[in-house]
């Protein structure tokens, strides 16, 4: 009984520390800045002016607010202000 314990346990263990080596070889995907598409409240960081992180823009599609997105759709973001822009908008 005591051993099919013990390789009950090391089996639980060898799981996880396999699942948590895959979960580190993941790599993060990549994403961009992208100016004028986030809604007031929800931009991720720096809407300009008087503001001063994440969650901050007083308005939608503030062109100095960014919003964290994937890579290469930046520019292709229509909002009723224009599309996405890499860099920030007046």
Same mark, same amino acid.
């Given at each position: 009984?005591?051993?099919?314990?013990?390789?009950?346990?090391?089996?639980?263990?060898?799981?996880?520390?396999?699942?948590?080596?895959?979960? $580190?070889?993941?790599?993060? *995907?990549? =994403?961009? /800045?992208?100016?004028?598409?986030? %809604? +007031?409240?929800?931009?991720?960081? !720096?809407?300009? $002016?008087?503001?001063?992180? *994440?969650? =901050?823009? /007083?308005?939608?599609?503030?062109? %100095? +607010?960014?919003?964290?997105?994937? !890579?290469?759709?930046?520019?292709?973001?229509?909002?009723?202000?224009?599309?996405?822009?890499?860099?920030? %908008? +007046?």
């Amino acid at each position: 009984m005591t051993y099919m314990k013990t390789g009950i346990a090391a089996a639980a263990i060898l799981a996880l520390v396999s699942g948590a080596a895959l979960a $580190a070889d993941k790599k993060p *995907a990549e =994403t961009e /800045k992208c100016y004028g598409v986030a %809604k +007031a409240g929800q931009n991720d960081c !720096k809407a300009g $002016a008087g503001t001063t992180c *994440a969650g =901050t823009s /007083k308005v939608n599609y503030d062109g %100095k +607010a960014f919003k964290e997105v994937p !890579k290469g759709t930046c520019v292709t973001i229509k909002t009723p202000k224009g599309f996405g822009s890499l860099t920030p %908008k +007046a």
